[in-house]
């Protein structure tokens, strides 16, 4: 079975500066996906960022990038500029890749990010 | 388009009672999965739908749980004689084959008395 870690419970940056979250798994598939997703008050997931496991490139969307570090299992997230929109609970999620199977998301216990202006 | 709907968006119910939650998913998404979120947690599987048939019910808790999706389109998650601990936000996805994206829908708080 998959396991995500997130061991940050709670962080907090001032707007405009650069914050990184920490998500740390475990697997002992070779083909898989991870996500970050966001999730402000109105419960609504969305999803931040995608990175196939098969790319060594860090993903990257906009103001959001990823530093995916395949043997050491971690995929932290880096937010730069913050802006007060970013206040959210964020989700560090797992999905296996291989054909046929299940394509369900793990997820961790998520990071509550509060902006500050 | 419009996204994932789910009806209600609270529920408060008195245990031992019977509930239903509904979702929508996109028109067209043939994925649809059912996740539970306790205070505090990270959203957990409970069952994946492809087309109408489940693939994969290994999250449901117990059997007083049930979900269906007869048309291969809106899905219902029955829940029967509720206990306090059921109480949680129930979230719903959906995305196109299983393997993309997947839209999640605002979510039912359920609340047992």
């Known amino acids: 079975a998959q396991t995500v870690t997130q061991s940050q419970p709670e962080m907090s940056v001032q707007e405009a500066e650069t914050v990184t979250l920490s998500c740390t798994y475990d697997t002992s598939e070779s083909n898989y996906y991870l996500f970050w997703y966001k999730q402000p008050p109105s419960r609504q997931m969305i999803l931040v960022i995608r990175?196939?496991?098969?790319?060594?490139q860090n993903a990257t969307e906009n103001r959001f990038s990823v530093n995916f570090q395949k043997a050491a299992k971690s995929f932290s997230l880096k937010i730069s500029d913050s802006q007060l929109g970013d206040t959210a609970m964020y989700f560090c999620?797992?999905?296996?890749?291989?054909?046929?199977?299940?394509?369900?998301?793990?997820f961790g216990k998520g990071t509550l990010l509060t902006v500050n202006p | 388009g419009a996204g994932v709907s789910q009806t209600p968006s609270n529920k408060v119910t008195e245990k031992g009672k019977y509930v239903e939650l509904r979702c929508d998913p996109i028109s067209g998404h043939t994925a649809l999965y059912w996740y539970r979120q306790s205070l505090g947690q990270g959203p957990e599987f409970l069952i994946y739908f492809q087309g109408t048939g489940a693939a994969d019910d290994s999250g449901l808790p117990n059997d007083r749980f049930f979900a269906v999706r007869p048309e291969g389109s809106v899905s219902t998650l029955k829940i029967q004689r509720t206990e306090r601990g059921d109480s949680a936000v129930y979230l719903c996805?959906?995305?196109?084959?299983?393997?993309?994206?997947?839209?999640f829908g605002p979510g039912t708080r359920l609340t047992v008395t």
């Open positions: 999620a797992f999905m296996k890749g291989s054909g046929g199977s299940n394509y369900k998301l793990t």
């Open positions: 990175q196939e496991a098969y790319k060594q």
């Open positions: 996805a959906s995305s196109s084959d299983g393997l993309t994206e997947q839209y």
